[in-house]
């Protein structure tokens, strides 16, 4: 019987290698975040959104909610129709190992991915960062990339097939980004400005934002960040709870 150890190791070994074979997803995920940020470095957007920070954080919660759901929900869905969780099921990985393995080369990508948008959202916006907020951003990332791919495996656990999960996948991610765009300037009124500051992507901005300024740090701070927590818990139990390994 192989030790724990060796059976990570396996696992990331395997998982890093498609990684990188897979590495344009990562780039695909970049275009929508560094197009934002280009599009946005004016007085005036800036403005709308109650300042760079909130602007780097939308496009940083954009990119990390793409590769979530629409990247790591799909490739578990593939994944699940192929056979490879049955396959895998039957060495000796305990299951928490592979679900692990993939969850963190997750959270790699999440991280590659928001300390490039930060780089180019500051020097865009003329920001002067510290390393500790470089340092709390990466910190951030692990807790929204935590929060959509929570959401991400609340879909595959209540969503079979495939095909299916691709197309409320795109659904989601299109409400998400739309209530996070336009909710928050007001553009879809002022009900909607609350829901959209509450939604998970709002929550994702205001941490972000809250690092970048962490002289405005407040309540509404603090608040975002218990419930990206909730988000977490919440969706993690709905994946959890109704996750199958087989097809079918």
């Not at 500051?122 to 959509?148: C, E, I, P, T």
């Amino acid at each position: 019987m192989p030790s724990v150890g060796l059976v990570l190791t396996s696992l990331f070994r395997a998982d890093f290698a498609a990684f990188r074979k897979h590495r344009r997803s990562l780039v695909v995920s970049l275009l929508l975040p560094i197009f934002l940020l280009v599009s946005t470095a004016g007085d005036q957007a800036v403005h709308s959104f109650d300042g760079a920070g909130y602007i780097i954080g939308l496009a940083i919660s954009y990119g990390l909610l793409a590769m979530a759901i629409v990247g790591y929900a799909l490739s578990t869905s593939r994944d699940r129709e192929r056979g490879v969780f049955q396959r895998l099921r039957v060495t000796p990985a305990p299951t928490w190992a592979i679900m692990t393995s993939r969850l963190a080369m997750q959270v790699l990508a999440n991280l590659i991915l928001a300390l490039i948008v930060v780089i180019v959202g500051a020097q865009l916006h003329n920001l002067s960062l510290s390393l500790g907020q470089y340092l709390l951003v990466l910190l951030v990332s692990v807790l929204a990339g935590a929060v959509f791919l929570a959401i991400a495996q609340a879909l595959v656990g209540l969503i079979r097939s495939t095909d299916t999960l691709q197309a409320v996948a795109r659904v989601l991610l299109a409400v998400l980004i739309i209530l996070g765009t336009f909710g928050q300037v007001g553009a879809l009124g002022a009900a909607w400005v609350d829901v959209s500051r509450w939604s998970p992507v709002g929550v994702v901005m205001t941490m972000f934002a809250g690092v970048l300024d962490l002289g405005a740090w407040g309540g509404r701070d603090t608040g975002a960040v218990g419930a990206a927590v909730g988000y977490v818990l919440i969706c993690a139990a709905v994946g959890v709870r109704w996750f199958r390994w087989e097809a079918g």
